[in-house]
């Protein structure tokens, strides 16, 4: 009999000790990497709260028609497409006093875009490129390539290869600016590329460089035009004038008028 | 565009001044030079994207640009003007569009922000004053009893340029860069040159003030013909003073549905394309709105004034149904508003110029334009910057659309109170009071059209149209 009552009182005193530890939650999977689809789920174990409700968050938003006022301790979340959108944290949140969650990250290859796929610069004066990359995590290196149309090696670019380059990088967008933009040198594709842990991605970008003249000629077009037109008009108003009157101008002014106030500072047209 | 002269001739017998004949030569010159400062204003969005990712400032820094570029041309129109007075309208109108012209070539070479503000800003800026009000006013004198419909014409040049501009900027900017984008605005901005040389010399009547050799040293002769050509007088006339301040109301609420009307939509719940829509749609009612309110008001069933007002008060009820019309979430009510609201701020915008020489007197159109801009601009600063503020204080644009519209009416109903305003016709234009002998010191041709007898003398309003 006093056996008895110390093994239950062991059993008790385990069984206190173990309802004392925190609520565990187990996620299955707790890491998803480059996978096509998922199914999250988290499984709230060792737990004597009461569970008021549950909710998923993505990157910290609250993922809509997640929430639920469930008492369930096993939630379930699927991802039916894996994009570099729908990659990030995901958090399973049970609401219980105090709240209980646990991520989930979902990985996936980096997604590179140029922010214009073609650029232009003029001559002389700096170009800049950019990159930027959606999706998680984000990439740890960015490298920059120049390709050549017939080369099929693309030359990469670095800090150090020429005074002219400088990359800024940070992990969501990546600059290159060329200053003193050549014709000769520095037309052609560009390649950014973007690794995290699980691969690369990259994308091309177009530089065009205009000469700084080239937007001369049709303003030099433009200014023979005008001043073409404006000699047309001088030209037709000195012969009508001796032919006609002004239109519509008052008869009350008359030729010699007009000479008396020569002589003042007005300025004639006939310049 | 030249009008033969026998249908100036056939209306000859009751026009009490030009109407048509060179006149329509001059609109279509006014056309041309009012899209090239007001169309090319209104599109010069497209290179604040460029600006901002070039020179790597915030969008604010980048808009002051324009802003400094509109409050130039407002304040300069007064000197616009005086130099028209005193010098040839001709040769100011030419130089104005050499420097607009200059401001934008400068801008393509721009190294650093402060280049912008000076050059975009500032000189062309200068350049759009010295054209603008002086077109307007040469045009106004050139017609009469067409008018209001010339100046409907002229002003739909605004809206219709913006159209064409916009994505013939874009194309500019992606095949030469800003830079030469800039370069060739500037060469398109030089076409205001032979525009206005286009505009007939007259024999400047200010002229004689000169001649007096000894005044020229005294400080009070040499003020006061300043005061003179800059019309100041006009600002000692209740009737301008009515009109300027009626004016100075319609501004501050005139421009909130064009800053907010997009935000507001979409803040009602619409999609970007369909706020963008509303905006276009009451943009092509603004141009119908000028062209057909300008044909109207010269049929002369009813005084400018009148109509004036009733555009106005118009306006005002549509602007403050706007945001009542959203809150029921139909967009087609939206639609109707917004383009009602279009077409009665086009309606307006030509009468307000057309109204004015009725007020001061052809011959000091010149000056009354210069002032009225310079005056109202006030008034476009004010009214942005206070919805926003509402919208700030309230959370939605309810409130500031409410305001907007009520200075609208606050607006008509201050016209209300202009000397003979119940009278079916118009009263005579008061006479200039000046020490000089003011027979020498008119225009040739607005000098004409006051010889002739006739009471329906157009007294043009100064409205800036933009």
Known sequence: MKLLWAVSALLLSCWRTNASTAPNIITVPSVVSNETSAALTCNLTDNNLQIKGSHWTHNGKIIEGTESTDSAAWILYSLDKITPQTSGLYECVFLTDPEVKKTIEVKTLPHVSAYKHSEHGNENDKGAMSCVSHGYPLPTDWIWFKVEDDDSVPQLISNGTSDRFEIKSTPNKTTLTINELSIEKDIGYYRCSGTNELGTHSDKIHLRVRSRLAALWPFLGIVAEVIILVTIIFIYEKRRKPDEVNDGSAPLKSNSTSNHKDKNVRQRNSN | MSKSKQRSESKAGEAEGPDGGWGWVLLAAMFISTSLVF????????????????????????????????????????????????????????????????????????????????????????????????????????????????????????????????????????????????????????????????????????????????????????????????????????????????????????????????????????????????????????????????????????????????????????????????????????????????????????????????????????????????????????????????????????????????????????????????????????????????????????QQMKSLPSDSNNQTAQHSGR
């Open chain 2, 39 to 446: 169309g090319l204003m209104r599109s010069l969005g497209i290179f604040f994207v460029e600006f901002v990712h070039y020179f790597e400032e915030s969008a604010q820094a980048i808009s002051w640009i324009s802003s400094t570029g509109l409050a130039a041309q407002q304040f300069f129109s007064p000197l616009g003007a005086a130099l028209c007075n005193a010098y040839n309208t001709r040769m100011v109108v030419m130089t104005g569009g050499f420097l607009a012209a200059l401001g934008l070539i400068l801008a393509s070479q721009a190294t650093c922000l402060v280049h912008l503000y000076l050059t975009m800003g500032l000189i062309s800026g200068l350049g759009w004053g010295l054209v603008f009000s002086p077109m307007v006013a040469t045009v106004m004198a050139n017609f009469t009893r067409r008018r209001t419909l010339a100046l409907g014409l002229g002003f739909s040049s605004i809206g219709l340029s913006s159209f064409a501009f916009n994505p013939l900027f874009q194309l500019l900017v992606e095949t030469y860069a800003w830079r030469g984008a800039l370069l060739i605005l500037g060469g398109l901005s030089l076409n205001i040159v032979p525009c206005g040389a286009l505009i007939r010399t007259q024999q400047q009547s200010k002229a004689p003030e000169k001649v007096d050799s000894q005044s020229r040293s005294s400080c009070a002769d040499v003020l006061q013909r300043v005061s003179s050509y800059l019309e100041l007088s006009l600002l000692f006339e209740r009737p301008y003073v009515t009109y300027t301040l009626g004016i100075t109301l319609f501004n501050v609420g005139y421009f909130v549905p064009y800053f907010h009307l997009v935000a507001h939509s979409r803040l009602a719940g619409f999609s970007e394309y369909q706020a963008a829509f509303v905006m276009s749609a009451a943009g092509a009612t603004d141009i119908l709105g000028r062209i057909l309110s300008g044909w109207f008001s010269d049929l002369g069933h009813f005084r400018l004034i009148h109509l004036l007002s009733v555009w106005t008060a118009l306006a005002g009820v549509f602007i403050m149904l706007l945001p009542v019309s959203s809150l029921t979430g139909s967009y087609a009510a939206l639609m109707v508003i917004s383009m009602l609201y279009g077409f009665c701020s086009g309606a307006l915008t030509s009468l307000a110029f057309a109204v004015v020489p009725k007020i001061v007197g052809v011959e000091r159109t010149m000056g009354g334009l210069g002032l009225l801009q310079l005056i109202e601009s006030g008034a476009g600063l004010l009214g942005g910057p206070l919805s926003g503020f509402l919208k700030d204080i309230t959370g939605n644009y309810v409130a500031s659309f409410m305001v907007a519209g009520s200075f609208l009416l606050l607006g008509s109903l201050t016209m209300v109170t202009l000397p003979h305003y119940f009278s079916r016709t118009d009263p005579p234009p008061p006479q200039r009071r000046s020490l000089v002998d003011k027979s020498k010191s008119l225009h040739p041709e607005l």
